[in-house]
């Protein structure tokens, strides 16, 4: 059973930086492309970034416009989230997601197999 554990959200100002990291139980480095999803209050969880299981391959929601910044290190089963300029409105839980389907991660339906519990990130103005 693949577990995903996020860390790393907090409280900044706008304008800073943070780095969310997700960690998985088992090894998922061979077969399994990750992703994040962040969800405000009072919105629809929506669609931040993806990346393969090699890394190769990313995807970006428009909104980051460059700001953010997915990797993973699957020598250590872990993906990263590095978060740059953030803004008020980035303000949410967080959440990462595997599945063996790259597609399945970015549309992160219910058919996507493994969803952590999530990280807050609170943006001050």
């Known amino acids: 059973q693949v577990q995903l554990v996020e860390s790393g959200g907090g409280l900044v100002q706008a304008g800073e930086s943070l780095r969310l990291s997700c960690a998985a139980s088992?090894?998922?480095?061979?077969?399994?492309?990750m992703g994040w999803f962040r969800q405000a209050p009072g919105k629809e969880r929506e669609f931040v970034a993806a990346i393969t299981v090699s890394g190769g391959g990313i995807s970006y929601a428009d909104f980051e416009k460059g700001r953010f910044t997915i990797s993973r290190d699957n020598s250590k089963n872990t993906m990263y989230l590095q978060m740059n300029n953030l803004k008020p409105e980035d303000t949410a839980v967080y959440y990462c997601?595997?599945?063996?389907?790259?597609?399945?991660?970015?549309?992160?339906?219910?058919?996507?197999?493994?969803w952590g519990q999530g990280t807050q990130v609170t943006v001050s103005s």
């Open positions: 997601n595997a599945d063996r389907s790259f597609e399945t991660v970015r549309l992160g339906g219910t058919q996507t197999e493994y």
């Open positions: 088992a090894r998922i480095s061979e077969r399994y492309a």
